[in-house]
């Protein structure tokens, strides 16, 4: 068989777990751990089905049938069950071949898109299930900013070239460094990339690029990207402010560098290659040559 390679111990004790906990499903009644644990586990699937699906369209071509490996189908519902029964496969994704195989044929690679929405679930999934290698959650908001700053990584900011941010024209009030060169308006861009990277790492710089999403009752959930330097551009000057922010567009290998570093780091936060930095190939205009990671 061919999922043997990917037979480990924690593989096979975690899928003896599932096979317990699914087969006596509505144990949740008066536990309200347990409840919570299979709304997590209700939360992966439906994440799965609503979003990972759809994007792996070029992996169900041939992993739903036919010569490769079968662990897909054209189905979300029996895909997913597919998946499962394959040993080894739904895990972290630092751990997960899902995430990690490299094909023999050297043209068949994943795309950014399918990496990152995979990466996404299989930490839903290594979560909700407590699989060896999750990526233990933040308590609270502080907590998650700190995680984020520390997966910064200065060879990925400079992959997506986000210390050439700081020049960008405004359409008659010259380059951000202009303003924001000492973290002016809570936004920090000055003209030495690694002075910008350093403070984007401090509170309140960093929610420049992301912000926490809480859950109902105001709990730390998630950190998503903020898109700050992207969506300021196209926001209107309410009429009543006696000031506007002078208007800038950004062209798109800054929009897309700003949307690469962010979406990097929080995978590379899961899947706990933040020091490594692996930055995924994209096709950014300006062409960075070499990932710098490895
Ligand atoms: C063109 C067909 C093709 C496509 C597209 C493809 N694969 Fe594969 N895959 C294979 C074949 C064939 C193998 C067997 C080993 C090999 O060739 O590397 C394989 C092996 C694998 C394995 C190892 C499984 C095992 O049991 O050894 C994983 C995991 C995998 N593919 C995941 C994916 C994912 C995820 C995608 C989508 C991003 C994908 N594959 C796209 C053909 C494909
Ligand atoms: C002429 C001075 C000036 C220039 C040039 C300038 N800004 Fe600002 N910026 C400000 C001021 C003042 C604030 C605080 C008030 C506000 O938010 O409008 C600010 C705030 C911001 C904020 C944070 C507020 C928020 O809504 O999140 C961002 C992001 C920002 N600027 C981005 C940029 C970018 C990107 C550039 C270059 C393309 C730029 N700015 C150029 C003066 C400037």
Redesign the pocket.
Known sequence: ??????LTATALVVATLLGATTSCGNSSAEDPEAADKQKARDDARSFYLTRVHLR?D??????AG????R?MAADGEASYDALEK?VG?IGAPKA??????????P?????PE??SI?TQWLSLEATARGLEGAVEKPKTVTEAYKQFADCMNFDVWSYYRMGDLAFAQTDSEGPCLGCHSSGQGSAWLSATSRETFERTKDFPYIQKLIVAKLGGNGSFESLEPSNRFIIKSSELCPPESPTCHPRYGLPPNFTAGVRGFVDTTLQNLVTDTCSSGIVVPTNLDAGPKDAGGG
Do not use: E, K
């Not at 997960?96 to 044929?105: C, E, G």
């Open positions: 068989m061919r999922t043997r390679s990917f792996l070029t992996c169900i071509g041939c992993h036919g010569s490769a490996p662990f394959t496969l997960s071949p899902l995430v990690q195989y490299v094909h023999r044929d043209a068949v690679v994943m795309i399918q990496r995979l």
